[in-house]
């Protein structure tokens, strides 16, 4: 039964407000209910966003629900103010309560992560019922290219889980003709598409491709066909964005993690793109993934596409699990559309000589200048900075810090050592072992690596593009070479002629599904070059576990994820079991476990001990009833006021470190 609030003696009767309260405390998440004031009643709806009394406080809150009657016999306060429209439909409110329940949170945290916030005169505007736009049908038969050669073809209701392939032309971090034309044969007449990317990247390639087939961003004054959805908006375009999105008056609707719970009329297809990317790992509780998310919007009969150039065990989970099937291009399709894969074995690099062990060794060298006089070429580097390592010139030891022992690594050219874990300066640093006073730079950082490429080819243009020194737009760079750091590789016109990926490797620290992560990072990159028929090849170069060399020379990224999701079932790790993180006191983490039915070794639960709780991993059938335990656990310590809120925090399907 809903709570209500004894602030006012009993009133005159009206409809009711069933609301979600703005508040940290996890004793606050229910419903509260609220009398509609008379001059409210047109106004207040499902989805408005309401402002209410809560213990002498005027707190926001969002309506859920509108009753004739509260089945409370006491009286309630009243709505104090509202929006002039309601922000969510019926529909988003089910979708918020339903994702928070499943991550153990609050429904107001998930509603605050889908809508922007409110403007005040963008609510002002008329938003009459969208009429039919003949553009979509024109946009339709422009098609791009042979989509179910490419290995994406989806009907109403889909569930795919896809291996795409990088467009011919333009080459992008997304491809673009192959999404928007599923989004386009998904909407008809009435019904609305959404695809997910990245980032702004993304953003502008999928927009790119829309524009190309006579389809615009929708704007407060002029209208059109696509609704875009990025954070570096004003708030005024972000919100009529949004809006324009969930009235039905773009129904195509572009944009990065949030667009993943937008509201739409009518949803035919939502295309979630590199979904193993990290960026979908939502930061803020109750920390929800955006696939999972799509996953979840699929239960309403929507068609999902989950993809990437490489994907996720998580993804191949639901392939394995029959939720979804998976739509992989042929090898001969493959071989068309990709670069030639050369990973230097160690083998090659002892053959070589002295410049087979360089960090550009003497072939992809030679490769790589060759190809200069076909287009611009790319170097990348997996660290940013300087140097984050050195050894002794002389006698090869590790150069550490005196007073800690840490690694010791370079800001810049010619600035004094520092030690990597405390910050130590190491100034007139000597080797212990043979006192030496010169340095050997190992993992070298793009700074570095830049300063000796532009030394080792003088004359030739040369572009760094890594969120420190700034990201390059995508076909900003015509000639020369490019030295970016992962994900800040920029896309250019017709592709590179020649990628050498420098100190390629996986991290021992790294984690869970390490080898898949480093697969996606050079996959996503080699999609920016040239077919092999046109010329376009790949050079990596470092040491690589055997699974992540296997799916990079051969571009079988989902033959490395299926390996990965058959080595996590033995030893019960996700996706085969859900992980909760558990954290607070001991005493409590323990009580809330035992409440909870979670013994370790019991029922198909392992309990990890973890300084700031635990980590426990629950067989997917009763994962929801624990999580839902916990959140009743955690509710009942809120309610005891003080700090009791804090004791307890959960973190659903969290990465798991080992």
Known sequence: MAKRQR????????????????????????????????KLVDTVKIGSR?????NGKLVSAVVTDVLEESDFDGALAKVQSSSKMPSFTADAVALAQHVARRYGGSTWDVLRLMAPPRVLAVEKREWPSPEPDPAYAKARALTAHDLVGAGLSVGPGDRVVWQGLPDENPRTSVPAQALVEAALQAVGETASAILVVPDARGIR???AECERRGLARWTSRAGGQVAVLDSDDGPTQRFGSYLAAMHGHARIVVGTRPAVMQPVPQLALLALWDEANTVYEELHAPYLHARTVAAMRAEDGSAVVIGGYALSADATALVENGWARAAVPSRDVVRDAVPAMDVMTAERREAEGPSGWHWMPGSAWRSLTKALESGPVAVMVPRAGYVHAAACATCDAWAVCRQCESPLALASAGADPVCVENKHPQPDWHCPECHGNRLKHLRQGIERIAEQLSRMAPGVPLTVSSAATGVVDDHAVTEGIVVATPAALPAVEGGYAHLVVVDAGVPAHAGLGAELRAVRWWLNASALVRSRSDGGAVTVVGELPDVTRRALSTWSPVDAARAEYAERAPLGFPPHRRHVHVSGDQWTVDGALRDAGVRDGHDGATVIPRPDGASVLVPRGRAQAVVDALRVTQQRLSAGGGKAGEQLRLKVDGPLDL
Do not use: K
């Open 7 to 38: 602030d006012e003696p009993p009133e005159e009767t009206g409809p009711v407000a069933r609301v979600r309260v703005d508040s940290p405390l996890p004793h606050l998440d229910q419903a509260w209910d609220y009398r509609v004031p008379e």
């Open 50 to 54: 309401v402002r209410v009394l809560m």
């Open 205 to 207: 390639a999928v927009l």
